[in-house]
């Protein structure tokens, strides 16, 4: 019998990133896509802790170090900074687990300002809020300081996004930040050179599989958890490296193991 393990798709493929937004505390699946019920996140962080998973800062994921490289190593991350990520960093801390917040800075303690695409109310993460997050052990990025598609600025607009939002984050903590998301999941080569030009050590992107797949630290890969994963359709995203949590990857993965299995009999 084929079964499929939230431990993953093989244990070769290394450590996970998951993408995560926003925190809502309702009953409902949210309506915006990249918002996820409280009741959802608890499970979902329930069942990786039930799997023996081990979470880790994105910083971990690379370096000299890199002392999160095991099979089992899930880098729990947040992008934009909203307040209500609070919720999620109790959810964690309450488990010993951790997770990478990376934030906006321009609209620190603020509404957000970019296009507005449907998100919940309320406003980002403040400086105090920011500061307890890192000293409850959980790691800040930057995110840049408007919310901006970084390949289509000047190459003088994309070095201040990316340094000013670095500079702005080590003001609040007083410490060094060295990971950085690419805000809509858009980079290429240029901003690449402009984030390891800014002292980042790692750059997250939105593209699915396992995290360390390209050997590159700045295209680490992420799986994205939206508003209507389930804990069976969580489960298949992890075992599966995929963004597409429907029964279509589980098929064709059960498919290529069956005629492995024939072929294997037929010899």
């Avoid at 934030?103 to 105090?128: F, H, M």
Wanted: some cysteine; charged content about 25%.
């Amino acid at each position: 019998m084929l079964r499929l393990s939230i431990q993953g798709k093989q244990n070769s493929a290394g450590p996970v990133a998951l993408m995560y937004h926003a925190l809502e505390d309702c009953v409902q699946t949210p309506a915006w896509k990249w918002s996820v019920s409280a009741n959802r996140f608890n499970d979902q962080i329930r069942l990786l802790h039930e799997a023996g998973r081990t979470t880790c800062a994105i910083r971990e994921l690379v370096g000299p170090s890199r002392i999160a490289t095991g099979a089992n190593a899930v880098a729990i991350t947040f992008d934009d900074g909203f307040a209500n990520n609070l919720d999620a960093a109790a959810a964690l801390e309450a488990r010993a687990m951790r997770a990478t917040f990376f934030i906006v800075t321009g609209s620190i303690g603020q509404v957000p300002y970019w296009p507005d695409s449907g998100r919940p109310a309320g406003r980002l993460l403040n400086a105090e809020e920011i500061r307890q997050l890192d000293a409850a052990g959980m790691e800040i990025g930057a995110h840049g300081v408007d919310h901006v598609r970084l390949p289509g600025l000047t190459d003088e607009a994309l070095a201040r996004e990316v340094r000013d939002s670095k500079s702005a984050l080590e003001d609040i903590l007083g410490k060094p930040v060295t990971s950085f998301a690419y805000p809509y999941g858009a980079w290429d080569a240029r901003c690449e050179d402009a984030v390891r030009t800014a002292g980042y050590s790692a750059a997250c992107t939105t593209q699915p599989g396992a995290a360390l797949k390209d050997g590159n630290p700045y295209r680490l890969r992420r799986l994205e958890i939206v508003n209507r994963d389930t804990a069976a359709r969580f489960t298949r995203k992890l075992a599966l490296l995929t963004n597409d949590g429907g029964f279509a990857p589980l098929l064709r993965y059960v498919g290529k193991r069956l005629y492995a299995r024939a072929r294997g009999l037929s010899r």
